[in-house]
């Protein structure tokens, strides 16, 4: 009977080892697949990233509205910019183009800085923008109304942010390039710097001549212009230096404050002429022939300012340009002038 017992028990103990055996067995067949799976499925996963990984690969851009009222996408921080004109307000932000026009390259005062910047022409050559491969072209509006077709090509290639010349060279062009390429506290301590010039050569100049009036006359062959509140030292003259004008000269800058210049008649010189006359001729052919020509006549002459000895030359080249570098450094060679 106690045989029988003890046989019983050792089945018992038997059959519940094997069932135990064949659980483990069970579980460690299911991890097994598991990891099977597991290593067959890993590649995949590392060969698709995430959306965000995704997105943090594509550079960021911002929406702007250019001059036009268009609104353009742009990069936020953009690696190469195309230069229509506007080249030396992002070399004073620190920024050298790719490609500028040619206008770029005329500016005296950048003309080191602009070494290895590519020439894109004028009327631009698309071709030679898309071997540049910009991210961002700047360009003033006067271009697409001069060269259409080539606009419209190159805004294929990458997007245009317009800038109009009829506004503020500082305050408003200046400024929107330094916002549009992520450089605002760049341009505001540039401003700092020229406002502290301009207000020192305000006050030496107010000191120097007082009331006394400043005409900018520039002669071509067949062509007598004076120039206002942009080119040719206008801005500099009329907002840098804030030098009083003639009355003729206020009110045409009065009609249009940011107006270029005004072609006047020989009759009219009188008119227009200020007690110190600034002087564009160029030194050879046509122009320097009529010059020549006006001098010899009793206009000319019974000028004040030409009694006075108060004439003073430019030079074509150094004032070609209505940028801001430009602005600044002939500010200080015309106070030099007019306030020795």
């Not at 007598?224 to 840098?240: K, P």
Request: hydrophobic share 40%.
């Amino acid at each position: 009977m106690q045989r029988s017992r003890g046989k019983r028990r050792g089945l018992g103990v038997l059959f519940m080892l094997t069932a135990v055996l064949l659980l483990l067995a069970a579980c460690g067949s299911e991890n097994s697949g598991n990891g099977n799976e597991a290593a067959t499925q890993a590649p995949t996963a590392s060969a698709q990233p995430e959306p965000t990984a995704i997105a943090e690969a594509l550079p960021e851009t911002k929406k702007v509205t250019d001059d036009l009222g268009r609104e353009v996408e742009v990069p936020v921080q953009p690696s190469a910019i195309v230069a229509g004109e506007f080249a030396s307000e992002l070399l004073a932000l620190g920024i050298k183009p790719v490609g500028s026009g040619d206008n770029g390259f005329k500016i005296v005062y950048t003309q080191a800085e602009m070494e290895g910047v590519e020439r894109i022409g004028d009327p631009p050559n698309p071709e030679t923008v898309t071997l540049l491969a910009p991210d961002l072209v700047i360009a003033p509006t006067v271009f697409l109304e001069i060269y259409p077709e080539q606009m419209e090509q190159i805004g294929k290639i990458a997007p245009i942010f317009y800038i109009s010349f009829e506004q503020d060279p500082i305050y408003d062009i200046f400024a929107k390039i330094a916002e549009l390429v992520g450089k605002t506290e760049e341009a505001k301590k540039w401003i700092q710097e020229y406002e502290a010039e301009a207000s020192a050569a305000r006050d030496k100049l107010q000191s120097s001549i007082g009331d006394e009036t400043v005409t900018i006359f520039r002669v071509e062959k067949g062509r007598l212009r004076i120039y206002l509140n942009r080119n040719f030292g206008g801005y500099m003259l009329r907002s840098g230096l804030q030098a009083k004008a003639p009355e003729a000269v206020a009110a045409e800058i009065e009609g249009n404050i940011f107006a270029s210049a005004k072609e006047i008649s020989l009759e009219l010189l009188p008119e227009y002429a200020g007690d110190h006359i600034f002087l564009i001729v160029r030194e050879e052919g046509d122009d320097k022939s009529a010059f020549e020509e006006i001098e010899k006549s009793g206009l000319w002459s019974n000028l004040d300012a030409v009694k006075n000895g108060n004439v003073h030359r430019l030079e074509t080249d150094k004032y070609y340009g209505s940028d801001i570098v430009t602005i600044r450094e002939t500010m200080k060679e015309a106070l030099g002038m007019l306030a020795p």
